[in-house]
């Protein structure tokens, strides 16, 4: 059984940096052969693609409106997801979901099986 966990969530201010960790509990899987990624779902909206990293860490891919302020990073040996968070604005207000999927990495939604409670993130101007 797959169970995911986020952590790191806050309140930060416009400007400001956050670090958000995704615990991965995958049973006797090999957790490189998960390929992970960050969403984020704010008030009122449809839950959006963040970031995305393949099983070995070694390939990521963001949506445009974090690229270059956000880094995603995986450590196999911790089993553990992370999300760089710098130079928030008050639009990256919302709660960050992570996911993991055995294969490649995707930036759809539906492709991702296995999914964390999400943690809030709120950035005030």
């Known amino acids: 059984q797959v169970q995911l966990a986020e952590s790191g969530g806050g309140v930060v201010q416009a400007g400001g940096s956050l670090r958000l960790s995704c615990a991965a509990s995958?049973?006797?899987?090999?957790?490189?052969?998960?390929?992970m990624a960050w969403f984020r779902q704010a008030p009122g909206q449809e839950r959006k693609f963040v970031a995305t990293?393949?099983?070995?860490?070694?390939?990521?891919d963001y949506s445009d409106s974090v690229k270059g302020r956000f880094t995603i990073s995986k450590d196999n040996g911790k089993k553990t997801l992370y999300l760089q968070m710098n130079s928030l604005k008050p639009d990256d207000t919302a709660v960050y979901y992570c996911?993991?999927?055995?294969?490649?990495?995707?930036?759809?939604?539906?492709?991702?099986?296995?999914w964390g409670q999400g943690t809030q993130v709120t950035v005030s101007a």
């Open positions: 990293t393949s099983g070995s860490g070694a390939y990521t």
């Open positions: 995958v049973g006797t899987l090999a957790i490189s052969t998960f390929s």
């Open positions: 996911a993991a999927r055995r294969g490649i990495s995707d930036t759809g939604e539906s492709v991702y099986p296995y």
